[in-house]
């Protein structure tokens, strides 16, 4: 009978706690012992390798053309992945079209290959943003004044290298917000209730609006994974960040960016949970 | 999955397919698609909505079965 069923008490699991506590400790010891190991010999290795290494004469060639190089590469980088994700977007346009609105191993392929043309389109525009400060810095753009007062000369190379990677740039922007409405068209053709323009600043509010609860889940698990992996992301790179400080006297600027975006990841997180749990 | 679902059926005898179903109860195409292969356990609203929509009870159409491992009878 139900009244008379009693409810089991699990053990506390005080061991378990000790263990996972122990596993802590050894590796927070350990990360310190290789931070320490690293950060003591980067300071011998750096003056080592400026005593014995030479290899000016190659990193200065290399550097004659790394505004070209970065160029091609930033090119190249661009028309592939707007290739792969307009060749999915074509692929689930193309199914969609023959799609009878009940077949759902036809519907899955389509909103695969939406979610993979999605995907390609945030490479896209991280690429693009990544390769067009690459760029401008290959290009030799910021130390014209320099040279020019300096050497009274200055690289031909530095106007069509600057000024293709501002076009480049314009166009991977032009080519991510033109590939974005097309994928959103289809899928709110797909999902007639699906509502917001990617045009319109509030987008992300208005597609979530008319999201139902499973598609809520979805977006909700998949911003707690975001969440986690942005952490470990910041951990890691703050380590390198600061590994690379020693070694190359970057400055405190890479740490302080890391840091800030730890900052609001975390704050951002807190406030809205707190907010839910309604804590006044 | 401890929950079981006859939505499928259901939808079959009110002839409509899962957009259709979706607009019925409130719901994406997607979600009806997930309840039905057992992906996705939906809230009490929906379930409520769904079952009053097939004019049939909750537990007509999703049935609880208890994990064997998490059973204490």
């Known amino acids: 009978m139900a009244e008379n069923r009693t409810i089991e008490k699990k053990p506390r699991g005080k061991e378990s706690e000790k263990k996972y506590f122990d596993k802590f400790i050894a590796m927070i010891v350990f990360s310190l012992f290789i931070g320490g190991m690293i950060g003591f010999f980067s300071m011998g290795i750096r003056d080592w390798l400026l005593r014995n290494v030479r290899i000016e004469k190659e990193v200065e060639a290399l550097c004659d053309f790394s505004g070209w190089i970065v160029l091609g590469i930033y090119a190249a980088g661009i028309l ?111 999902n007639p209730e699906k509502q917001g323009s990617v045009f319109d600043m509030r987008f992300a509010k208005k597609w979530e609006a008319s999201s139902d609860e499973a598609e809520r889940q979805i977006m909700y698990k998949a911003a707690y994974a975001a969440f986690q992996a942005a952490n470990m992301s910041c951990l890691v790179i703050w380590a390198i960040a600061v590994v690379i400080q020693l070694f190359l006297r970057t400055g405190v600027f890479p740490v302080l960016c890391i840091c800030a975006i730890w900052l609001v990841l975390n704050v951002t997180y807190s406030r809205t949970a707190m907010k839910l749990q309604k804590y006044k | 999955m401890p929950l079981n679902n006859r939505l499928k059926e259901y939808r079959a005898r009110l002839d409509v397919n899962q957009q259709e179903m979706g607009e019925l109860v409130g719901a994406s195409r997607q979600t009806i698609s997930q309840i039905e292969r057992g992906d996705y356990s939906p809230s009490v609203t929906l379930a409520l909505k769904i079952a009053k929509v097939c004019e049939v009870t909750v537990e007509d159409i999703f049935t609880y079965e208890e994990d064997r491992e998490d059973g204490r009878e």
């Open chain 1, 80 to 190: 592939i992945l707007s290739i792969i994700t307009l060749c999915h977007y074509a692929k689930a346009r193309k199914m969609s079209g023959k799609w009878d609105g009940e077949n759902e191993a036809v519907i899955d392929v389509i909103e695969k290959k939406l979610d993979i043309a999605l995907l390609c389109n945030s490479l896209l525009l991280i690429f693009n943003m990544l390769f067009f400060s690459l760029t401008i810095y290959a290009s030799g753009i910021f130390e014209l004044g320099e040279k020019v007062s300096k050497e009274k000369y200055y690289d031909v190379s530095i106007f069509p290298v600057f000024f293709g990677g501002c076009f480049i740039f314009a166009l991977g922007l032009a080519l991510n917000i033109i590939i974005s409405k097309v994928i959103v068209d289809l899928e709110k053709k797909l």
